[in-house]
Structure formats: C-alpha cells, structure tokens
C-alpha cells in the first residue's frame, strides 16, 4: 500500500542550498528509456491530470516558487523524506527517489504542514496523490527545453517542464532581508548589504569571483543589520569560489564563510 506520512519537512536540499551529488541512479539494460537524465535538474510541475480530469498549476504565486528536483538515493536511516522534491507553490516536499530504466519510484514522501487555500491547495493535492508511487516516466523534446510526464500505475499523470538556470550575470541574487547582489557583463557588481548599497569591480572566472574594494554608502543602521553587513562585506571581499544550482549561488571565502544566495 503506497504510504504518505505528513511531517513538517525543512532540508536544506529542497530549497537547493545544498544539494548532494546524485547516486544510486541505476539504468535496467532493457529496452526500456533510461531517464537517469532528470536528475539534478529543475523541473516545473505544469499539469496534473487524475481519472482524465486536467488540473493547471495556478499561474498567480504558485508558479514562482514551484520545482521539483531528483536527486536519486535514499535518506538517512530513521530520517522521512530524502533529498528529492521541492515544492508545488506551497508546502516544501521532500521524497526518496530511484530511477531504473522508465521508471522513477518515489517513497517515503513527507510534506510541510502549511495550509494552502484554493487552487495552489487543489493542485498540491492533486500531485503528492499522483507522485508517491511507481511512476513511468517519458521524455520529449530538445535539451533544456525538455517536457517530462510521469504516470502513475492508474494511468493518472503528471506533466513538468524543464527549467532554464538564472545566468550567473544579470541576475539579482538576494543574499538576505533587503540584501543582494548582481554581476553585470563588464565585470562589475552592484547591490546591498541590506542597508547601505555597494559597487565595485567583479571577475569571474574558472569556479571563482575576484571582488575589487566595494564602495560603499555610509548610513548608519541599527546594530543587528550593520554587523550583518560586516559579515557580508568580509565574505565579498577578494577572490572566492562559488556554486550555482539552479536558483541558487553559494559563495565562499573559507571554510565556514559562506552566504547563500536565491535568484530574483
């Protein structure tokens, strides 16, 4: 009997932070399609279709929020939820996930408590009954532009678009409250540490940014935001590496000096 448990649900992993290198994906060699290629890539759910009956994911909030990512494995011992899911525009979901040949199982699914009123709600609802099981997964049309559709064993189906990554330049990274930063073309950076606004020079280059001195404005901000701005400025300063998964840039100046940023 296929087992849902409903448990509040906050890794790190779906909110894309952190992510753990996919293993344990396995290809039957049979004639079957191996769709071990949606692994570690974002997907939106778009549609979910349940006894021929379509249901649309709500364009109004929802779908800014909403992507699925696989990341095959399992969680760990004694742990629900593993490191695949992300959300559908309301609660964050989290699920273990094997892929063999056409066949993506999802387990063990667990799911945050929030209420989610109206369409997103429906919807939600509609694809966690539709996404926990056996399902036969088919691929169609060209690299990064790809529609997955996943059927379940009653032939209730769930249809998810692939999703482009934000480019690492032109994008707004929000690093916090009222804090971001954007790379431009011209190997320059602009932003905020939340209170004051910054810009200065920015290279990018093999895995890493090289900030130039940032100048600054000078207001005075409460206590609490001036020392995250210190934490911010000590961490944009000189050459560091970064990480980009999906909407997500994690840079780093050393070990535990790090900020995490989300795409606008």
Not at 83 to 99: E, H, M, Y
Request: charged share 25%; proline share 5%.
């Amino acid at each position: 009997m296929k087992r849902t448990t409903y448990a509040k649900y906050a890794a790190a992993a779906l909110a894309g932070t952190t992510v753990l290198t996919a293993c344990g994906t396995e290809s039957v060699g049979s004639p079957a399609e191996d769709v071990s290629t949606i692994a570690d890539t974002s997907w939106v759910p778009r549609k979910v279709t349940v006894d021929g009956k379509d249901y649309t994911l709500p364009t109004k909030g929802a779908l800014k929020r909403a992507h699925i990512v696989f990341h095959p494995g399992a969680a760990e011992p004694e742990m629900d939820g593993g490191d695949s899911g992300g959300s559908v525009g309301c609660n964050s979901i989290g699920a273990d996930v094997a892929i063999r040949g056409d066949t993506v199982q999802v387990t063990d699914l667990v799911r945050t408590l929030m209420g989610c009123p109206g369409a997103v709600g429906e919807f939600e609802e509609k694809f966690v009954d539709v996404f926990d099981n056996d399902l036969k997964a088919g691929l169609d049309g060209p690299a990064g532009a790809r529609t997955l559709t996943l059927t379940s064993p009653r032939r209730d189906s769930i249809t998810l678009r692939e999703e482009k990554p934000p480019a690492l330049k032109g994008t707004r990274w929000h690093l916090g409250e009222n804090a971001y930063l954007t790379l431009t073309k011209n190997n320059s950076v602009t932003g905020s540490l939340g209170c004051n606004t910054f810009h200065g020079k920015a290279t990018v280059k093999d895995g890493t940014i090289e900030f130039g001195r940032l100048a600054t404005t000078r207001m005075m901000c409460s206590g609490p935001v001036m020392k995250t701005e210190r934490e911010l400025a000590g961490i944009l300063t000189g050459k560091v590496s970064y990480q980009q998964e999906h909407d997500s840039l994690k840079i780093t100046k050393a070990p535990g000096r790090s900020v995490t940023a989300r795409a606008e």
